[in-house]
């Protein structure tokens, strides 16, 4: 069974960093594209970031390009997130997912950023 | 970037009516590898969104076949055949053709 599990969300003031995690299991993680989404509160859901299977490419969403950083660590079936420079905007749950057919088939449930002073 | 439109925005239906929600995207979704990566999640209340349909009218596994997708170019529909209580939540389509991947605004489904 396909499982994705976020983690590291939490209050951060503006300007600060937080790393999420997505603990992957059930497949073959390092034959997949994955990706991160968001969804601000009560609001759709937005595309952040996509990683090819082993990292040599990375897209990133206009509006955290040069503050989030995707990778992955295959070895650690792993995905995270890194984010800087943290604005209010930044403010969602944040969704990892497996990516299959330029999207994604697999979600996790979701780890909240708040960022606010 | 691509805009994805969505309409309508809420949708209101009868149980055991059909639903029709469309989605038009500001430019053709076909890639260069000929295929159109149109995509359809549903969203239920306090949920993470599940993906229903891929490549416009590829239903996922365990999606019920009262779901089903058309469409091409820039004008996709999904379509409910008979609406059932549990299909109560919010619809988006999704394009994955075009670098930044997008998302309609989202359509509100719900029982009259």
């Known amino acids: 069974e396909v499982q994705l599990v976020e983690s590291g969300g939490g209050l951060v003031q503006p300007g600060g960093s937080l790393r999420l995690s997505c603990a992957a299991s059930g497949f073959t993680f390092s034959s997949y594209w994955m990706s991160w989404v968001r969804q601000a509160p009560g609001k759709g859901l937005e595309w952040v970031a996509t990683i090819k299977e082993d990292g040599s490419e990375r897209y990133y969403v206009d509006s955290v390009k040069g503050r989030f950083t995707i990778s992955r660590d295959n070895a650690k079936n792993s995905l995270y997130l890194q984010m800087n420079t943290l604005r209010a905007e930044d403010t969602a749950v944040y969704y990892c997912?497996?990516?299959?057919?330029?999207?994604?088939?697999?979600w996790g449930q979701g780890t909240l950023v708040t960022v606010s002073s | 970037d691509v805009v994805m439109t969505q309409s309508p925005l809420s949708l209101p239906v009868t149980l055991g009516q059909p639903a029709s929600i469309s989605c038009r995207s500001s430019q053709s979704l076909v890639h260069s590898d000929g295929n159109t990566y149109l995509n359809w999640f549903q969203q239920r209340p306090g949920q993470s969104p599940r993906r229903l349909i891929y490549k416009v009218s590829n239903r996922d596994s365990g999606v019920p076949d009262r779901f089903s997708g058309s469409g091409s170019g820039t004008d996709f529909t999904l379509k409910i055949s008979r609406v059932e209580a549990e299909d109560v939540g919010v619809y988006y389509c999704?394009?994955?053709?075009?670098?930044?991947?997008?998302f309609g605004q989202g359509t509100q489904v719900e029982i009259k």
């Open positions: 999704m394009q994955g053709t075009h670098w930044l991947w997008t």
């Open positions: 997912g497996r990516v299959v057919s330029h999207t994604n088939d697999y």
